[in-house]
């Protein structure tokens, strides 16, 4: 690595409040050559972009850093974590398989990363004001929004595919009709809710 910032690991997550599917994490290790490109193509919180814009630029990402990883927490995990504790579990796993080691971790958000070997520092709206967190947002909200799409297909009538996962009113009313499925949160109240006779 011949320049310092190729060093520094942005890290950021997806689907913390959600009613289905795994918490996602992602963080991803630019250089400054790789910063200057991806954020003169418009790079910033994947919030702010659209599904169309987040896949043109996930496939960037993918193809200037010097190192990126995406890493999950269960459902199960969820439920018997907390889901804080299995957020920074999911952001633990993507540093901790990253092909090298970073020197600095930027952690989107005011929450360390337990037991993480690495110097960190949290951001706190990091995925607006740090590149790298911003492209580790994006991966973590492309690769999470994929997955649930390919869920929907197995866990047929929540509308998971334009939810993604999230409570929409067509979601909870499937909840309410349909119960939960073993990808839904049961710590979670609407879920939990779910389970309840009417």
């Known amino acids: 690595m011949d320049d310092a910032s190729e060093q520094i690991a942005g890290v950021d997550e997806v689907g913390r409040g959600a009613l289905f599917g795994?918490?996602?994490?992602?963080?991803?290790?630019?250089?400054?050559?790789?910063?200057?490109?991806?954020?003169?193509?418009?790079m910033t919180d994947s919030k702010k972009l659209s599904p169309q814009r987040r896949m043109i630029l996930m496939n960037q990402i993918r193809e200037v850093a010097t190192g990126f990883r995406v890493g999950m927490a269960s459902?199960?995990?969820?439920?018997?974590?907390?889901?804080?504790?299995?957020s920074l579990l999911a952001m633990r796993r993507a540093v901790l398989g990253?092909?090298?080691?970073?020197?600095?971790?930027?952690?989107?958000?005011?929450?360390?990363?337990?037991?993480?070997?690495?110097?960190?520092?949290?951001?706190?709206?990091?995925?607006?004001?740090?590149?790298?967190?911003?492209?580790?947002?994006?991966?973590?909200?492309?690769?999470?929004?994929?997955?649930?799409?390919?869920?929907?297909?197995?866990?047929?009538?929540?509308?998971l595919a334009s939810n993604k996962g999230y409570g929409s009113?067509?979601?909870?009313?499937?909840?309410?009709?349909?119960?939960?499925?073993?990808?839904?949160?049961?710590?979670f109240a609407p879920c939990q809710a779910s389970l309840l006779p009417d």
Not at 26 to 33: E, P
Not at 169 to 187: D, V, W
Request: charge should be neutral.
């Open 75 to 86: 459902v199960y995990e969820i439920d018997r974590l907390n889901i804080l504790q299995a």
């Open 169 to 187: 009113a067509k979601h909870r009313q499937a909840l309410r009709e349909l119960g939960p499925t073993r990808q839904h949160r049961l710590s």
């Open 22 to 42: 795994p918490v996602v994490a992602a963080t991803v290790i630019l250089s400054d050559g790789a910063i200057e490109q991806l954020v003169a193509q418009g």
């Open 98 to 159: 990253l092909p090298s080691t970073p020197q600095l971790c930027l952690v989107d958000g005011n929450q360390r990363i337990p037991n993480l070997p690495v110097p960190q520092r949290t951001v706190v709206k990091g995925d607006q004001s740090e590149p790298e967190i911003a492209a580790a947002s994006i991966l973590a909200k492309v690769w999470r929004d994929q997955l649930i799409v390919r869920l929907d297909q197995r866990y047929p009538g929540y509308d």
